[in-house]
């Protein structure tokens, strides 16, 4: 049974929600927005009215879910209420507290998802580290992993170029992620993960230990502008492996561009080359290149930004790049997170994508630093 302690807990949070999403003020805009909409003349600038469409839908996502966590709350205390009289039971009032709590939680955390870059989609691209078949199977189960996430809270995925393992797995993949906020939620995954294991490629049956590095890049849209210099962009074309068909090993429709430029985190010369072999449309293919190239360099220009404001305390723990940020010890049934030290013992839902706790301990932790 929930103490009176927790229900004013409960409705602090509430409120503090209130103040902090600036409801009142989003109330006032949302209406003023959906004013223009209203113009005869509104529809004829197709480009425009999308955005301002795409603005009165953001306005009214916040009004509407914060909407949602007053209404659980407000359920709350009449749910004990009820009980004093003894119209619902003790378990009645703890099952709306519960729903209550999750409400306030998960829009405290979409509210850590504040920059532009976070309500974009996501490029996510896994490399297996050195190890061989081992190091490629556990690429090749991140995979998964991500896909099954994806399919869960309904992203839609798309490969962008898959390249197979020697016996199993794979050695890496890029895909990309579409769907409001994936690349907030997914940036979160940024890092080394390790896994321990008995290895099935191992004859001896030794416990090993193997790599894989993920890299989430925000998918870039037609409101970001990237300026790409056509002079430092060359292309390649190679024949695409496939299912069959006649088009397979005919048609050079695999692209393969490179780009050099000055890298502006770390000020050298560097060059990124994208392989794309997602359709048998050669144009096809050189558009979403671009595409991802535009991807990785907002990623950068985010990573410069995000160095230029960091204020990293003494004493705190610091989160890169390339740092190992997770251990998948199977034998011993713990996942764990090294940034939050939050862990699990059900390495099996882990696996399956369900890895909404370490991405809400994350952003809980860190997502206000970033801002």
């Known amino acids: 049974m929930i103490t009176t302690e927790q229900l004013k807990a409960l409705n602090e949070r509430v409120d503090a929600l209130h103040k902090y999403l600036d409801i009142d003020n989003k109330t006032m805009q949302l209406e003023e927005e959906e004013l223009k909409t209203q113009a005869p003349e509104f529809w004829q600038d197709q480009k425009r009215a999308e955005e301002q469409m795409k603005k009165v839908k953001g306005l009214k996502y916040w009004i509407v879910e914060y909407n949602a966590v007053k209404a659980a709350a407000d359920e709350v205390q009449l749910s ?11 378990a009645e009032v703890d099952a709306a507290y519960a729903k209550a709590i999750a409400l306030v939680e998960n829009l405290e955390m979409r509210n850590m998802l504040r920059r532009e870059e976070d309500k974009l989609g996501a490029v996510i691209k896994i490399v297996a580290g050195a190890g061989g078949t081992e190091a490629q199977d556990w690429a090749q ?28 797995g794979i050695k890496s993949i890029t895909f990309q992620v579409d769907g409001d906020y994936a690349y907030g939620y997914l940036k979160s995954e940024n890092g080394v993960h390790r896994l321990v294991r008995v290895s099935p490629y191992n004859a001896q049956g030794k416990r090993m230990t193997s790599f894989s590095s993920v890299f989430v890049a925000p998918l870039v849209d037609d409101t970001i502008e990237i300026e790409i210099s056509n002079a430092n962009l060359s292309w390649d074309t190679f024949r695409s492996s496939g299912a069959g068909g006649q088009n397979v090993n005919k048609v050079e429709s695999g692209v393969r561009l490179h780009y050099t430029f000055k890298n502006p985190v770390t000020g050298e010369p560097d060059e990124i080359v994208i ?19 535009k991807s990785q360099l907002y990623e950068l220009e ?7 404001t960091a204020k990293i305390e003494a004493g705190k723990k610091k989160i890169e790049w390339g740092s190992q940020i997770r251990s998948y010890v199977f034998d011993d049934r713990r996942v ?4 939050t030290d939050y862990q699990t013992s059900n390495v099996n839902a882990v696996m399956d994508g369900d890895i909404d706790e370490f ?3 994350y952003l809980m932790e860190f997502g206000g630093q970033e801002n």
């Open 80 to 90: 004990l209420d009820f009980y004093k009289e003894e119209a619902v039971s003790e």
């Open 141 to 168: 189960m991140l995979m998964r992993m991500y896909m099954r996430y994806c399919e869960k809270h309904g992203y839609k995925t798309t490969i962008s170029n898959l390249l197979d393992g020697d016996e199993a």
């Open 275 to 293: 392989e794309n072999t997602e359709s048998r449309d050669q144009p096809k293919n050189k558009e979403n290149a671009l595409r991802l190239l």
């Open 302 to 308: 985010l990573e410069k930004r995000r160095q230029e």
């Open 336 to 339: 764990k997170d090294h940034r």
């Open 359 to 361: 991405i809400k301990t």
